[in-house]
């Protein structure tokens, strides 16, 4: 369950992001370029998401000399 919960705020974020990132171009240029930018990010956030979560929420060894024993 924290593994999810982890995702989606994580991803909640990251759209956010991409969603400003796209705003930012589409100002700056054209809504075409903006969209372009949009896409790729709002799709790449979703795995760069996933991958964070896992990596966050990773059982833990221990550590130090009571593993060796």
């Known amino acids: 369950m924290i593994l999810l ?4 705020v994580t991803l909640i974020v990251a759209q956010a992001a991409a969603i ?4 930012a171009v ?5 809504p075409y370029m ?4 949009f896409i790729p990010l709002y799709f790449c ?3 760069l998401a ?3 979560a896992v990596r966050i929420t990773r059982p833990r060894t221990g550590t130090g000399a009571l593993d060796r024993a």
């Open 5 to 8: 919960s982890t995702y989606l």
């Open 20 to 23: 400003g990132i796209g705003l």
């Open 26 to 30: 589409e100002r700056m240029y054209t």
């Open 34 to 37: 903006g969209l372009m930018v």
């Open 45 to 47: 956030f979703f795995w």
């Open 50 to 52: 996933w991958l964070f």
